[in-house]
């Protein structure tokens, strides 16, 4: 069985600055897949960004990277200049190659950009 | 535009009473699913179904059925057994159960009474 654990209950950054997401798992799988979802106050989920796990290099996509260590089972993200529409729920999850879209959800951070 | 569609947003029911939650997609994606969402708990895998007329159970498949007759349709029936059923629901799909990205629905509440 896999796990997500997500430590960070609530996090609140000023706008402009950055943050850190931490994001660690458990899986038996050598092979999987990393994700993260946001979910902004109109609950649809939408994927920020998406890491294979035998990629050594860190995904990026514009302001959005993460930080994957995957000896520590460790996949945090780090959000750059932070804007107002960051402000949401962000949901790391997992899944191993074989079934790449049955994802284990952790239970989610929730992130708040100020002026 | 191409996407999920979930209806109804909102939902009451008194309790005993079976209900259908409907998922409609555009995206031409062959697998679909349902996740349950509870306050500090994250999602949960109720079902899913990787082609039509095939759904495979998840990890709290209990008290819920659904079915797949069509590509675009993946209905998710609430029974009476589910002990607790008051959630937020949401439908996703992919274009196979290996591609890894997820789109999802704007969900339905479900709340009874």
């Known amino acids: 069985a896999q796990t997500v654990t997500q430590s960070q209950p609530e996090m609140s950054v000023q706008e402009a600055e950055t943050v850190t997401l931490s994001c660690t798992y458990d899986?038996?799988?050598?092979?999987?897949?990393l994700f993260w979802y946001k979910q902004p106050p109109s609950r649809q989920m939408i994927l920020v960004i998406r890491?294979?796990?035998?990629?050594?290099q860190n995904a990026t996509e514009n302001r959005f990277s993460v930080n994957f260590q995957k000896a520590a089972k460790s996949f945090s993200l780090k959000i750059s200049d932070s804007q107002l529409g960051d402000t949401a729920m962000y949901f790391c999850?997992?899944?191993?190659?074989?079934?790449?879209?049955?994802?284990?959800f952790g239970t989610g951070t929730r992130l708040q950009v100020t002026l | 535009d191409g996407g999920i569609t979930q209806s109804p947003k909102y939902l009451f029911r008194k309790e005993g009473q079976n209900v259908t939650l409907s998922c409609e997609q555009n995206?031409?994606?062959?697998?679909m699913y349902w996740y349950r969402q509870d306050p500090g708990q994250g999602l949960r895998l109720i079902y899913y179904?990787?082609?039509?007329?095939?759904?495979q159970k998840g990890d709290i498949a209990e008290g819920y059925s659904v079915s797949r007759e069509k590509k675009e349709s993946f209905p998710l029936t609430v029974t009476s057994a589910q002990k607790n059923p008051t959630a937020f629901y949401l439908c996703?799909?992919?274009?196979?159960?290996?591609?890894?990205?997820?789109?999802f629905g704007e969900g339905s509440r479900l709340t009874v009474l």
């Open positions: 996703a799909s992919s274009e196979t159960v290996y591609t890894g990205e997820l789109f």
């Open positions: 899986t038996s799988e050598n092979n999987y897949y």
């Open positions: 890491q294979e796990a035998y990629k050594q």
């Open positions: 999850a997992v899944a191993d190659t074989g079934t790449a879209s049955k994802l284990t």
């Open positions: 995206l031409n994606h062959d697998a």
């Open positions: 179904s990787q082609i039509v007329n095939d759904f």
